[in-house]
């Protein structure tokens, strides 16, 4: 069954500290990866994706995600979290074709303390 | 630029009740969603679009209904409320593929989102 595993349900981390939130998948065919971050009262921005090539991709906001096929897994990294990086995260994985394939993980909330 | 706009943002409603969420979008995307997101389950597909006059089930369709008369809107439709339907609901559009450029396909771009509570 295809899904989406983010095993931490919230992470809480001090400004300036360096932060990684796990993701884990489990898809049939080749995936395609998705980071998305959602503000408070807001709907979802795509952070990052992952199609092909190479395995470490950058986005938005300074966040980097590394596809490890072999794990199963897309961990997000950011090296310095600032306090506007409070959010809920979400990881998503799909195929070809069409978002109606995208399954969500259920997020990480991230709280930065100062 | 607009993005994705739904209305509206807040309801309430009596069990029983029915409503329709309208969904907005003017980035010429093809592809169109309605998701619901609920504490510690992510999102989940309602219903979806892949082009104006069309429209398929997702994960969880029932006591949904949804409409793409035109190509920018998508309405979501609740018939009789219940409050297990008390979530937020998210729209969201995609282009449409083209190619070996499916990317776009599948990025997914959100409106606002619309908290709706049934008593």
């Known amino acids: 069954a295809q899904s989406v595993t983010q095993p931490d349900i919230h992470i809480t981390v001090s400004e300036g500290a360096s932060l990684e939130l796990r993701c884990n998948y489990s898809y049939g065919a080749t995936p395609y990866l998705f980071w998305y971050v959602q503000s408070p009262g807001q709907g979802l921005q795509l952070l990052l994706k992952?199609?092909?090539?190479?395995?470490l991709v950058q986005g938005i906001k300074g966040f980097e995600a590394e596809f490890k096929r072999s794990q199963s897994s897309f961990n997000l990294r950011k090296p310095s979290v600032h306090w506007s990086d409070a959010a809920e995260y979400f990881c998503a994985v799909g195929g070809s074709g069409g978002g109606f394939k995208t399954i969500f993980g259920a997020g990480t909330r991230l709280f930065v303390k100062a | 630029n607009a993005g994705v706009t739904q209305t509206p943002k807040f309801r309430v409603l009596k069990t029983g009740q029915s409503m329709t969420l309208l969904c907005a979008q003017d980035?010429?995307?093809?592809?169109m969603y309605w998701y619901r997101q609920d504490p510690g389950m992510g999102l989940r597909l309602i219903h979806y679009?892949?082009?104006?006059?069309?429209?398929a089930k997702g994960e969880v369709p029932d006591g949904y209904n949804v409409s793409r008369l035109k190509k920018q809107n998508f309405l979501l439709g609740l018939e009789s409320a219940a409050p297990s339907q008390t979530s937020v609901y998210f729209c969201?559009?995609?282009?449409?593929?083209?190619?070996?450029?499916?990317?776009?396909?599948?990025?997914?771009?959100f409106g606002a989102g619309s908290r709706l509570t049934v008593l």
């Open positions: 980035m010429n995307h093809e592809y």
């Open positions: 969201a559009s995609s282009s449409h593929a083209t190619g070996t450029g499916l990317s776009g396909a599948n990025v997914l771009t």
């Open positions: 679009s892949v082009g104006e006059g069309t429209t």
């Open positions: 992952y199609f092909s090539g190479d395995t």
